[in-house]
């Protein structure tokens, strides 16, 4: 069982900055692959970042080069840097971890966190 708790999301002008947080416990967090994934309003859950056992990270096309996922295991914390926000990138933003290699889908067996909201808005 791992818990789950994100922080960090709140309000900012396009082009600034946000720094999000995923808090694990209850678990090794070393052994799995971690992910941020985003839901906006009508829209499906996508994929957005991840970063494996190894540190290897991955991004979708769509936040490569202004995000930046990290993971420091000494502190069971997962991190996104989300800079140069755009309107589109508005969603609540799910923190994920994979007991497996890193992967740009969910599995069944993942656990979420309850999620931040990243509001982009002039």
């Known amino acids: 069982q791992v818990q789950l708790v994100e922080s960090g999301g709140g309000l900012v002008q396009p082009g600034g900055s946000l720094r999000l947080f995923c808090a694990a416990s209850?678990?090794?967090?070393?052994?799995?692959?971690m992910g941020w994934y985003r839901q906006a309003p009508g829209k499906q859950r996508e994929w957005v970042a991840g970063?494996?056992?190894?540190?290897?990270?991955d991004y979708a096309d769509s936040v490569k080069g202004r995000f930046t996922i990290s993971r420091d295991n000494a502190k069971n914390t997962v991190y996104l840097q989300m800079n140069s926000l755009k309107p589109e990138d508005a969603a609540v933003y799910y923190c994920n971890a994979h007991l497996g290699p890193l992967m740009s889908r969910p599995g069944p067996n993942d656990y979420w966190g309850q999620g931040t909201q990243v509001t982009v808005s002039s």
């Open positions: 209850g678990s090794i967090f070393s052994i799995y692959a």
């Open positions: 970063i494996g056992r190894g540190g290897s990270t």
